[in-house]
């Protein structure tokens, strides 16, 4: 089962990560190649939706921490992607993994977005 998401305090933010979230445990329950498919795809446009509306919400306050942190992510994501595709992972370990990327990145760079918010 997927991991609590904790709040940044910013509730857009924290509905966004919420919406993230869910994405991960639809893909984790997917039964076929092609929800599994489907599921990682809107992942990934959430994602990336959700990194646009973060950088736009803080605007010109936006770090260049956040903007590597992001294309780190980016990367990641698409590489275990590429992995689950070629077989080298399975759907529950990679439903894990983004659980715990997602989280990772909530409790680290997401608290850090209160202070740019004043």
């Not at 990560?17 to 092609?34: F, G, N, P, V, W």
């Not at 921490?65 to 990679?94: C, D, P, S, T």
Request: net charge negative; aromatic share 8%; charged share 25%.
């Amino acid at each position: 089962m997927g991991q609590a998401i904790h709040s940044t305090g910013i509730p857009e933010i924290d509905k966004q990560h919420q919406a993230l979230s869910a994405l991960i445990e639809y893909y984790r329950c997917a039964s076929t190649q092609l929800e599994e498919h489907e599921y990682l795809a809107r992942l990934t446009e959430s994602m990336e939706t959700h990194f646009t509306f973060v950088a736009s919400f803080f605007e010109i306050k936006f770090p260049t921490e956040f903007q590597k942190r992001q294309r780190e992510i980016r990367e990641w994501v698409a590489v275990k992607i590429e992995q689950r595709n070629l077989g080298m992972i399975a759907q529950k370990n990679l439903a894990e993994e983004l659980s715990g990327i997602l989280l990772h990145n909530v409790n680290t760079m997401g608290t850090k977005l209160r202070s740019l918010e004043s």
